[in-house]
């Protein structure tokens, strides 16, 4: 049991670490900023840049994000949202549909890991409580299952961190030397906060709002 719970919460303890100083810091300090457009105006200037025209854009609310080489659902807070920091998380998806249009598996398999790393504790934690009412397994050995999945989860997301780092950096570039948007000191603020939203999503997102985001 010591030996699951070392090896689920060590990789974990790791990545919010990682978070705090590579995101939390700088969303905190410029992401409360209000800039000039919207998280969907930013969106559709990017697909609009990358010759993706073409791509359904949905404002609808999902669980997990939902993209493709030929579509976007864009959540209203973000779509909506003048806030800096949402601005930036939705031009990082932008990214993510212009990346997928070129390496679409690989942008595939990093979905599915901020998917598994939402879902898969949770669901973990749900069958060890039942374990556990049904004494097939110590209370001990169910904490150490559970840390375990979020471990698994977390790696999951360290191994997949490229495919959204490289699409930041391509939003990141476009922000920084197209005329995106008005003003230069706003657009080399969100090519900031895009690059600092990638590091927001390896922890996994069943314990994300610990620490605050």
Avoid: H, N, Y
Avoid at 43 to 59: D, F, I, N, P, T
Avoid at 123 to 133: L, Q, S
Avoid at 148 to 177: N, Q
């Amino acid at each position: 049991m010591k030996f699951l719970l070392l090896l689920g919460l060590l990789p974990v303890l790791g990545s919010f670490l990682v978070r705090k100083f590579m995101s939390s810091g700088i969303l905190r300090k410029e992401g409360d900023a209000e800039v000039s457009l919207s998280g969907q105006e930013l969106v559709e200037r990017v697909l609009r840049k990358g010759k993706a025209e073409s791509v359904s854009l949905q404002v609808k609310k999902r669980p997990f994000m939902v993209l493709g080489p030929g579509r976007l659902v864009l959540p209203p807070g973000l779509a909506e949202s003048k806030r800096a920091r949402d601005v930036a998380e939705a031009g990082l998806l932008a990214g993510l549909v212009l990346m997928a249009r070129q390496q679409e598996k690989v942008v595939g398999w990093r979905t599915w890991a901020v998917k598994f790393g939402s879902a898969m504790p949770a669901f973990t934690t749900i069958v060890m409580f039942f374990a556990i009412a049904v004494r097939a397994i110590t209370p001990g050995m169910a904490i150490g299952i559970i840390a375990a999945s979020l471990g698994l989860a977390t790696i999951f997301l360290w191994l997949t961190l490229p495919v959204e780092r490289a699409a930041a950096s391509a939003v990141a570039e476009m922000l920084e030397e197209t005329p995106l948007v008005p003003r230069k000191s706003e657009g080399e603020t969100l090519a900031k906060l895009v690059r600092a939203s990638v590091w927001r999503k390896i922890v996994p997102g069943a314990v994300a709002w610990i620490g605050g985001k």
